[in-house]
């Protein structure tokens, strides 16, 4: 292969990884960031990479490994009557809707019920849930456990949530039962902990 067909080929493969990769972000430690399109802010202690894709409109997701590793994903003061996730067959199977008089313990149930129907989980547990402050309100902190559609693979999760002026706040960490999510768990807690509005 003579020298110009070979970096016309890296060009090319270039060109077809960037539009992958372009809405990446790299968040670094230690300053204090908005996050979700919102008021919501944390501060992180460590390196994530916020992810270009939108799981919806109020929403994002950083990783530290990749997003099928680990999640860490912001829900910022969804309104009453939307939801978390982008709808995408309403008429025949709409999403739950956030409402303005929801209890912090219908929180753990909105997410699974979410999950249900946008992820395709037939298989979805939530553990325990307790009460505890979360971005200056009272918030509940609860932990699940799923499989996703199509996979044998277990995946656990820990989220926190509030209701504050009638808007959920929320981030819920997962990543596979199996090493990723004890491995990243301290790291994803911290964000949380350091969530204000």
Known sequence: MSVRRFVLSVAA???LVAPAVAGNKLILPGARIAVAKSTLT???????????AR??????????????????TFYGGIESGKTLFRDTDRKNQPLPQVSATMLVTDIPALVENSYRIALGTASMSIGTVEPVAFAGG???RFTYAFTRQGETLRR?????GAMIGGRLY???YEAPAL?????SLAAARQVADSARL
């Open 13 to 15: 493969a270039a060109l």
């Open 42 to 52: 944390v501060q992180p202690a460590s390196e994530w990479n916020r992810l270009g």
């Open 55 to 72: 799981p919806g409109r109020n929403a994002e997701t950083w990783t530290l490994d990749g997003d099928a590793l680990n999640d860490l």
């Open 138 to 140: 009272k918030g509940v």
């Open 156 to 160: 656990r999760g820990e989220g926190r």
């Open 170 to 172: 929320l981030i819920t």
């Open 179 to 183: 090493h990723y999510y004890d491995r």
